[in-house]
């Protein structure tokens, strides 16, 4: 059993176009996160979800819209996508005090914006 | 502010010799720090951590970290390394009662063992 899973894992589309990438984890986690990973492999937070409420939004364009329909899933849409776009994108999953335990990383969606 | 600093982007080594991937951090308050893997296409798993008390801290398969307070640094270390240990390695950092969890990366080190 997958405990963070991402789909797609590999994601090709055009400039302009709308996409989402769905995230879920099943180990009673209740703090989920996105990361995105540029083309230098530097990884930057950009939201975290906390049973379902939005605790940090590191200044990501307002493009980007997490969604999280409960506890173990936090969705991620892009819209108007760009160029800069492209990275890896990665879901992870903690207990509500990441520092005790460490995050559990889902295995990321590739996405290319061409 | 915290910051993390991974002072070598690569570090290529021979099978068998021993490794010591390096990191330092910034902060104005007690810090709990993380070493996490990235093998190629996959995400990242946890290697180590440091939360208190014994300043060397061990993982599994043979890495160990120390904790080093006056010189702000937590480097990785490997007496003998495997092909199979080539990888990204990521330095992050976080503090207690962080609201939101979130954890600070470093730029991470590639580490290529060569045969």
């Known amino acids: 059993d997958t405990a963070v899973s991402q789909t797609p894992k590999y994601l090709v589309t055009q400039m302009g176009n709308d996409k989402s990438i769905k995230c879920e984890q099943n180990?009673?986690?209740?703090?989920m996160y996105w990361y995105k990973q540029d083309s230098k492999k530097f990884l930057k937070i950009m939201f975290s979800y906390n049973n379902k409420e939005l605790i940090i939004n590191e200044t990501v364009p307002n493009r980007f819209s997490p969604k999280s329909p409960d506890k173990a899933h936090l969705n991620l849409h892009i819209n108007s996508l760009e160029l800069g776009d492209s990275a890896v994108y990665f879901c992870a999953s903690s207990l509500a005090r990441a520092q005790y335990y460490g995050y559990t990383f889902g295995s990321g969606t590739r996405l290319t914006v061409v | 502010a915290q910051s993390v600093t991974q002072l070598d982007s690569q570090v290529p080594v021979f099978e068998e010799a021993p490794v010591e991937l390096r990191c330092n951090y910034s902060s104005s308050v007690s810090v709990y720090l993380f070493w996490y893997v990235q093998y190629p296409n996959q995400g990242l798993q946890l290697l180590l951590k440091y939360l208190s008390g014994s300043t060397l801290v061990e993982s599994i398969n043979g890495f160990e970290a120390e904790f080093n307070k006056s010189q702000t640094s937590f480097h990785l270390r490997k007496p003998s390394v495997h092909i199979s240990d080539t990888a990204e390695y990521f330095c992050?950092?976080?503090?207690?009662?962080?609201?939101?969890?979130?954890?600070?990366f470093g730029q991470g080190t590639e580490l290529s063992v060569k045969p």
């Open positions: 992050a950092v976080t503090y207690p009662y962080n609201q939101g969890g979130k954890l600070i």
């Open positions: 180990l009673g986690h209740d703090t």
